[in-house]
């Protein structure tokens, strides 16, 4: 398991924290994107890591390597299907509820945020490294473009 997300100084908890703390004092509609799209993608991932405090699962706490990556990657893989295209008429959801951009549009902002300075940098690299290890979880490079419905998710935690 790896902690830090990417290039970024923050480890997954501490960004967590930081990330509800920055919503207090984000200026500009896309830094507050930017913190509402880190937040959705957190949760997001925490339904796919599964909360089972019995078989020691507590959500998205870092990130998989190794067997847990593959094993992870071969559940939402499984249920997802073969098909990799967005498909508009399907029941997936390419926009996460609370965030108000679309997978795709969080791509550029995550790149946005990257050329910032201080803290709004940082969250652009957790993005970017959310984004990294969705697509890993999807099968590839910029494979991670529709969310698994509710029901495929707890499929993939049941894992």
Do not use: K
């Not at 902690?3 to 500009?28: M, N």
């Not at 957190?42 to 599964?50: A, K, S, T, V």
């Not at 890993?136 to 419905?149: D, I, S, W």
Request: include cysteine; hydrophobic fraction near 40%; proline fraction near 4%.
């Amino acid at each position: 398991m790896t902690e830090t997300f990417g290039a970024s100084e923050w480890t997954v908890s501490d960004a967590r924290q930081l990330v509800h703390e920055l919503r207090r004092i984000a200026e500009g509609d896309r830094e507050y994107d930017a913190i509402e799209l880190f937040v959705a993608l957190c949760e997001y991932l925490d339904e796919l890591h599964g909360t089972d405090t019995a078989r020691g699962r507590y959500g998205f706490g870092s990130f998989y390597t190794g067997a847990q990556l593959d094993q992870l990657a071969a559940a939402v893989q499984a249920v997802r299907g073969p098909s990799t295209a967005w498909d508009p008429a399907s029941n997936r959801m390419d926009q996460p509820v609370n965030a108000a951009v679309t997978l795709a549009d969080g791509r550029e902002l995550a790149g946005w945020m990257e050329g910032r300075p201080a803290w709004e940098r940082q969250v652009g690299l957790c993005l970017r490294a959310l984004y990294a290890y969705l697509d890993q979880l999807y099968g590839g490079p910029g494979l991670f473009n529709q969310l698994l419905t509710p029901l495929e998710r707890e499929r993939v935690a049941a894992r």
